[in-house]
């Protein structure tokens, strides 16, 4: 099932100025309190340019080279049926038939959608943000911005809000459970095009769901921008694994806001890889609101070259007996930067919680560098919360041992990189996401298997 | 039949010479004990063998059947069939026994595999690996467990002789593989290692203890003293330094002896 764009095709200046925004919006067909929610966030991005960024979220963070007027907003009939088919773009999924369900993007424009007829059937929606703010206006509003990602939080977010393009949505009723993973790709395809898609999971009380998404570029060299969001929305007792495989190609910028919210007894497990972009800073949030919700975040991150991967985590306890685990494991070669700032904080109904956090990175090479600086704010008295994080070099004695056994240098470090990420593989039941993330790293550390 | 030659093999660890001329032949078929007390050389020689980039070889040569090795690096080093069991096996975490050990036996058996290149088929590696820990009297079960992680001291010099067993070297060296280990656990390697060697295989075993030998009785032992060979000899050798330790060596090499590095107390 192929869903038909809802978009007309207008020229969109480049940029994001007053005219980009009108010119935007007249492409746009959508009901009324969406469009005047874009017009409020259009305000505050323009006030929200002339004041500070958060220093303590972005002061390791270079912006300055970003330009976001050299980028353009697409209109969807612009899409070239070859493009449209997507079979051009890099998904390293390409013929896996695992899932239960697809939705493609390209350069912010629904490409393709399919859902199983036996979930649809059950009320499962999953599609496109664009279709389904006009199919189900009402789930939307009650969900969009209003409880997960905060517009106002600051330029990034209120830039999102203004300027969405579409995205991914699922929603899961009532105690229904979707066993087979669900697939979402968002391909960046022209020069210089900007993709601000927005994932919105709802899971009602009960249900469970697995996503895969995966954002890659069809070019190695055309520019892009992704200014995202996703938002996680996890009922009492729902269970949610969420995967997003960062993996543009290293003239992307990407900058998003994410954030995700537990209910009682609900479990999020939430992975982020971080391999592509050119610059790429998340910030990342979940808040445990009910009595037993649980999160656990995991973070694979391998930059080379002079990429920058930043991560702005926060794990939020706001009721009691609740519990988090975030575990980050970074890899870096080459002159990149790793930048990782983790944050605990506890209420003080947030008693009996658990709370943990841990970064390890590995540098291979001698003039890339990490900074992980994890933090706790704690306010109840009856808390459990422990922090950590290792940076290290490769072990040459790990080498020389794998090299006395008849592996090539590259083969040993190679070996010994996948090992250090196998720890948070692990921790990954299905398979089909676990060697997604695993293909992605081999394909990057260069070579194929 | 292959031959293992080091000629005057002088060998020097942050600038401080430690090997000063070490001669010694294995043929392959043969077994060789080395013998010394602490601070001798005899590690030392095991690691410059293998080819570890800390100990820097000054002078002389090691042949193997004419090929001088000193400028290949480790990992060919052992596709020509050089095997080091270490005395201190490390740990890498998150890599499994048996992937490590396929990629391992993919270079060994097939010298000009590159990386990315194909592997042992799974189904002829398993069977392989399988009947090894058998014999062995390993569990299965560790050949899915990270590479020494969480061993204990007795799994991991057992794990270097499965090594030694996939990857049937024309010669290995056996850095005081019976250290740390209880005598249950010394029976089982001593064991291991007299089943797999033979003909196809010269070994030779750096040890201070009896036990490792009485089950793989040395046709030659060497005794090291401040960095070179001192004295050669045969299995009675090394059961007369097993009973008087090395005061009649230093009698005997008195220039050498004067040479020890005198160690803290």
Known sequence: MSTPSVNTSAAIPAGFGEAAFEAFLSTRDEPEWVTQSRRDAFKSYCELLESELDPEEFRRVDLRAMRPDRFQLNAASELSQDSADGNDTGTILKG??????????????????DLSAEL?????IFGDLAVVV?????????HFMTKAVDSETDRFSAWHAAFWTGGTVLYVPRNVSVEAPLHSLITLQAEKAADFSHTLI???DGASATLLEETVSATTENLGLHVGAVELILGQEARLRYVQLQNWNQKAWHIAHQAGRVENNGFLQWTVGGIGAKLAHIHQDVVLDGRGAEAEVNGVTFSTEKQIHSFYTQQAHNAPETRSDL??????????????RGMILVEAEGQQTNGYQRNDSLMLSPTCRVDAIPGLEIEADDVRCTHGATAGRV??????YCMSRGMSEYEAMHMIVEGFFQTVFDRIPVEVVRETLNQAIIKKLGFGR | MSLLKISDLHVSVSDTPILKGVDLEIKQGE???????????????AYAMAGHPGYTITGGKIEIDGTNIIELDPNERARLGLFLAFQYPVVIPGVKVADFLRHAMSNVRNPDRKEGEKLIPMREFRKELLGQMNELGMDPEMARRYLNDGFSGGEKKRMEILQLAMLKPKFAVLDETDSGLDSDAVKVVSEGLSRLSGPEMGVLIITHHERLLEFNQPQFTHVMLAGRI???GDANLAAELHEHGYSNIRERHPEAAAEEVVEAV
């Open chain 1, 96 to 113: 896996q038939a695992e899932f239960a369900g697809h939705v493609t993007h390209i350069d912010g424009q629904l490409a393709s959608n």
């Open chain 2, 230 to 232: 001192v004295e050669t």
């Open chain 1, 202 to 204: 709802i899971l009602e």
């Open chain 1, 134 to 142: 006009r199919d189900h206006s009402d789930l939307i509003k009650k």
């Open chain 1, 395 to 400: 072990d040459e004695e790990q080498i020389f």
């Open chain 1, 120 to 124: 649809a059937a059950k009320g499962v």
């Open chain 1, 327 to 340: 575990l980050y494991k970074q890899v870096l070669r080459d002159h990149s930067r790793a930048i990782w």
């Open chain 2, 31 to 45: 077994i060789h004990a080395l013998m010394g007390p602490n601070g001798s050389g005899k590690s030392t020689l």
